[in-house]
């Protein structure tokens, strides 16, 4: 049950699900797709029964363009009722931008706990040679280093749609997305399937009607994520969490399935508007 609530994880992980390409693959993959979307969350299972019941949304919002960057706001309240009481009320929030060409990145997260205030992260990441310096504002001032193969969330999302569009069915990564206390970093590995035509049949929501997508192939995608540090320190190989959506050529998502563990929760998505996207000049 922890794992919902004790940080960002997820919730940066869903936001770069929905960014979609990034850098230098724009140009052969068309532009980004400027839009909203909310997702409507519910309980699926509980393996350890330690949750009755599950309830939430998302809402997610990304603008910008090639020359200016990529932002992404962010917001996802959750609900949890463990049975005899006892209900938990979270409230993630973050906002994102990265640059087009994965050099620069700054996150701001705020995670409260039944109307608690539980903790902020602010920082910023910049990609130098063959490391990345990293400076947080919060939870604590701190400078430090990271290996330069480590990507960040939008450019992980630009090598999945570039791995499917190859023909590839496994991908992984080193992804740093400023969750936790800003100084994780996560190994990925992502599961690819086969790609599914635009004019396949399949459970319909707002993004499979919308006029921009009927035309886009999609492909479902399984990523999960591993506590890098544990691994080093315990060859620990169990994810600590993993997601998984179908991924639109132009990096909408749809068809969420968050596992944590102990208990899975699906996003139907609910709504989604396309926004005015101004053109890279």
């Not at 363009?65 to 006892?86: I, P, W």
């Not at 970093?185 to 599961?191: A, D, F, R």
């Not at 035509?197 to 994520?225: I, N």
């Amino acid at each position: 049950m922890v794992h919902l609530f004790r940080t960002s994880l997820g919730v940066m992980a869903l936001a770069a699900a929905s960014v979609g390409l990034g850098g230098e693959a724009q140009a052969a993959n068309g532009p980004f797709l400027a839009h909203q979307a909310l997702y409507d969350l519910s309980l699926v299972k509980s393996r350890s029964n330690s949750v009755n019941s599950a309830r939430g949304r998302i809402l997610y919002n990304f603008t910008g363009n090639a020359c200016e960057g990529y932002t992404s706001e962010f917001r996802q309240v959750s609900e949890l009722d463990s049975g005899e009481g006892k209900v938990t009320l979270s409230d993630l929030r973050s906002n994102s931008w990265e640059d087009a060409s994965g050099k620069s990145y700054r996150f701001k997260i705020e995670t409260r706990m039944n109307q608690t205030d539980a903790g902020r992260v602010d920082g910023s990441a910049e990609r130098d040679g063959d490391h990345i310096n990293v400076k947080l504002k919060l939870p604590a001032p701190k400078t430090f280093t990271l290996d330069g193969k480590i990507v960040f969330p939008t450019e992980q999302i630009q090598r999945i749609i570039a791995a499917a569009k190859d023909g590839k069915s496994l991908l992984e990564l080193s992804v740093y997305d400023g969750s936790d206390d800003g100084q994780k970093v996560y190994n990925t590995l992502t599961v690819i399937g086969q790609p599914i035509p635009a004019d396949r049949a399949t459970s319909s929501d707002p993004s499979t009607a919308d006029e921009h997508m009927k035309s886009l192939r999609r492909w479902p995608v399984t990523v999960s994520y591993f506590d890098r540090d544990a691994q080093q320190k315990e060859g620990e190989q169990t994810p600590v969490y993993a997601m998984a959506f179908e991924l639109y050529e132009n990096g909408v998502s749809r068809q969420l399935v968050l596992d944590y563990n102990d208990f899975v929760i699906s996003g139907a998505m609910g709504k989604f508007d396309v926004k005015d996207s101004k053109p890279c000049n």
